[in-house]
């Protein structure tokens, strides 16, 4: 009998109470590990695309949100504006037929010069509520809240540093939310070196506390100041001034137009939607080889999780988005 053992049965009943922590740490330990086998081993050998849809909560929104996005844009469709499936909406399309299982939002990009077209159209048709939000600073999620309650059911449009949301709902809790985000052309004799310089700047002037209005006065005083940008078409694009993915991502190269345009449709949840001419390609330099394969955060509805943080911080019960 080794020590260890010796230990444990002179000690009798009292290890258990005494060392209470460090076996629960132990099993913890032991069930991660063969947690983690058993994930590698379905990823070796199951194929990501063939996942079921997801189920429960969960499912209805998605397909109340992808029914939004459709309506909203059959309502943008007399203003001509050239907008295609962007981010996790492309990829889930491409490879799911729809949305990823545990994804619950849909994104658009446009052109600069689309985008202040759009911003115009939210303004004046009256399908929309423009909110005027250039006061606003710190947390977002009550905002949004807020915004939502006082306009019940309305096609409320909210400018943010990062994208333009549309939501209709009488809550946070079930708003469905079409996201718009600008992208940019970038003048032909403009360098790599040059872009790149102008986008760190860019980043940390965003990254530091400053009132929305600040931030889209700084947009628009930058993009022309700059001398980098073009608002006639170019062979190069790049995520632009407003655009979640030029802060939050690394710098990916620039997306070529023909790779872009002319646009062609694809099927997203048994519905039609605008894309990407060659998407296969915007994936991969958006995301890289993998995302045909399962990433890191797989089964994680992250909006999901966001809302609830904030329902729990206000007292209000929390949305139930496990599958069933």
């Known amino acids: 009998m080794n020590l260890k053992k010796a230990i444990i049965k002179c000690m009798g009943p009292l290890y258990p109470i005494l060392f209470k922590k460090r076996i629960e740490c132990r099993k913890l330990i032991k069930e991660n590990k063969n947690l983690s086998y058993q994930i590698s081993y379905l990823k070796r050998h199951s194929d990501i695309s063939q996942l ?4 429960g909560f969960l499912r209805e929104f998605q397909l109340a949100e992808v029914n939004y996005a ?9 203003y001509d504006l050239q907008m295609h499936l ?11 037929k729809g949305f990823i299982p545990w994804d619950d939002d849909i994104d658009v990009a446009m052109s600069r010069s689309d985008f202040n077209k759009l911003i115009h159209v939210l303004k004046t048709d009256p399908n929309f509520t423009w909110i005027d939000s250039s006061q606003k600073t710190g947390h ?4 949004y809240d807020k915004l939502i309650r006082s306009n019940p059911n309305k096609n409320i449009a909210i400018r943010t540093p990062h994208c333009i949301h549309v939501f209709n709902g009488t809550s946070l809790r079930d708003a ?6 600008p992208n940019d052309f970038l003048k032909e004799d403009v360098t790599e070196e040059q872009y790149l310089a ?20 700084y947009y628009e005083k930058n993009w022309k100041a700059s001398g980098i940008y073009s608002l006639e078409p170019t062979s190069r694009i790049v995520p632009g001034l407003g655009n979640w993915d030029l ?12 790779d872009v345009y002319p646009l062609k449709t694809i099927i997203f949840e048994g519905k039609e939607f605008p894309c990407p001419n060659k998407t296969e390609i915007i994936l991969d330099r958006e995301y890289g080889k993998h995302w045909r394969d399962y990433p890191n955060d797989i089964g994680i509805p992250h909006s999901l999780v966001d809302k609830n943080s904030y329902f729990a911080m206000i ?3 929390q949305i139930d988005c496990k599958e069933v």
């Open 247 to 258: 802060v939050m991502y690394g710098f990916h190269g620039f997306r070529h137009y023909d």
């Open 86 to 96: 962007e981010g996790g909406a492309l990829l889930g399309a491409m490879r799911h």
């Open 315 to 317: 007292g209000e019960p």
């Open 140 to 143: 977002y999620l009550g905002y």
């Open 70 to 78: 459709r309506d909203i844009l059959d309502l943008l469709k007399p």
């Open 52 to 55: 079921k849809p997801a189920t």
């Open 198 to 217: 102008c986008r760190e700047k860019f980043i940390s002037f965003i990254q530091e506390e400053h009132s929305w209005e600040e931030i889209f006065d």
């Open 176 to 181: 469905r939310n079409l996201e718009f985000f």
